[in-house]
């Protein structure tokens, strides 16, 4: 018989889905070399932890000002946990410390794991 997998910890974490205004790009950095999804880009947002952000501590961590608004919640599994993003939106007129704009059109050449993948296609169907 097979024996039973222990149950994945949940991970939680805030992800800030930011557009400009002027052309719809929307606000990327890249993550560390090291570590999960080392070197790849990211929507700027928060560590991943073992308890969810309230409204205001996650809000804190936003980038660039902005009015930002609490779009939904994006699930992901990796091998040995299952990560819960709550996504906020807004629209940007500055860039935040290390990112940089990126129009929508080059997407698809960037390295985007398939986790940021599913953020901005949540926020942008809403």
């Known amino acids: 018989a097979r024996e039973k997998r ?7 974490g805030v992800v800030f889905h930011a557009e400009r205004k002027s052309d719809g790009a929307i606000l990327l950095r ?3 070399l090291k570590g999960l999804l080392g070197g790849m880009l990211e929507l700027p947002g928060s560590d991943w932890r073992d308890r969810p952000f309230g ?3 996650a809000l804190a961590l936003a980038p660039a000002g902005s009015d930002w608004h609490k779009e939904g919640l994006v699930r992901h599994v990796f091998t040995h946990f299952a990560l819960e993003m709550v996504v906020y939106s807004g629209f940007a007129a500055r860039l935040s410390q290390g990112c940089f704009w990126a ?3 080059d997407l698809p050449k960037l390295a985007l794991p398939t986790l ?4 901005i296609k949540a926020a942008q169907e809403i």
């Open 116 to 119: 940021m993948k599913k953020v």
């Open 103 to 105: 129009k929508l059109e």
């Open 30 to 32: 890249k993550r560390p």
């Open 55 to 57: 409204d205001a501590e």
């Open 6 to 12: 222990a149950a994945r910890p949940t991970r939680h």
